[in-house]
């Protein structure tokens, strides 16, 4: 709560407001790990906790779908092949899902950017997707007429069937409204290191008694938290990533891994071809 998402303006409301005799503070929350407990009870002594059954629970009208994007063991640290299987998943789950506003959720700024990279090749006109970022290496007017145009849509917009993802760090995942504007679909692109995050993240949907959607991307050891957490909510499980997976039929994304491969293969057979040596 007092990290740099709102720390400045907590601390600016604070020092704003009249003697601690005079004044309530309440704070209102859909999860409270301990860390945060502890920071309240230092900052307010003798504060009092209430809690609900709703406490670190999901909108009951929430589909969640956990997909395995675990690649073999001996291939664990080879991040072009880990990446080529969560693209693959995050493609077919916007096929399945299409919907009004989409939001992807990564760990760390390059992600973004990578998934970013990634949803405009695939769609290099905004025929299908405005693809949008909202990070911390970004200007916050930046952001927030991102935020403004994910929420909104464009004015005069020539393609009316045109939907908005939403690329984003965990900054998305507390304390966004979206102007009100229901999201419908949200993928959690990598898995948080904070099961709590969980919450906040999926949380963005399925809001004020909306139907909604979660793609969860999850490999090795993240799959017993990932299961662990979305519990009897579990709405499908499939296992995406084995020898043969990559090698499907799937026309709209050739993976970097067999891109880069295929391009070592042609740079040695130029070099054959003009040293005049022979080749497989």
Known sequence: MVDETFGPQ????????????????????ATLPDSVVETIETEFPGVVKIKGPGLHRLAPSLQEHLVDVSVPADQNRNEELCFDVKAKQL?????????????????????????ENLLNRKDRHNRVFEVLSYHSAMKPESRNANLSLFAN???????????????????????????????????VFDFPKDPAEYIRRVGR???????????????????????????????SYSVSANGNDMADNESDYEPRFNRRTKKRKDVMMKEKIENGSLWE
């Open 205 to 235: 949907s399925a809001r004020a008694g909306r139907k909604g959607t979660s793609t969860v991307f999850a490999y090795g050891w993240q799959l017993p938290i990932a299961r662990s957490v979305m519990g009897n909510k579990l709405g």
């Open 91 to 115: 493609l077919k789950a916007l096929r399945q899902n299409r919907c009004r506003r989409t939001l992807i959720f990564c760990n760390t700024v390059e992600s973004c950017r990578t998934v």
């Open 153 to 187: 849509g464009k004015k005069n917009n020539s393609y009316e069937e045109v939907d908005y993802v939403l690329i984003c760090t965990d900054r998305a995942a507390r304390g966004v409204d979206f102007d009100a504007a229901p999201v419908d679909h949200v993928v």
């Open 10 to 29: 907590l601390r600016t409301v604070g020092a704003a407001a009249p003697l601690l005799g005079k004044t309530q503070f309440i704070f209102v929350t």
